[in-house]
């Protein structure tokens, strides 16, 4: 089963891009880290306080790559200087 998330965020903090760069990269350090899972931004790259990321988890179970998905966007909730706007999810 193949689990891609596609989850727009708004950075608060961002005064240019390489602020933004530096809070994009923060989180997929740790996402890559904590959940070995691929994500990559996406879109938006030149715009400093948007981002899009492209989350992907391949796994024979279901409820498993739903769980990790859902706790890589908990992780991402968890960081103060960035807020998830906007979340689209699909299996493929």
Known sequence: MIFYAEVECFIY????????????KRIITRIQNDYNISISEMGYQDLWQRTLFGL??????????ERIIHQALGLIDSFPDIERTKTTVEWL
């Open 13 to 24: 903090e961002s005064q240019s891009l390489k602020q933004k760069r530096s809070v994009i």
């Open 56 to 65: 992907v988890t391949i796994s024979s179970d279901k409820v498993q790559s």
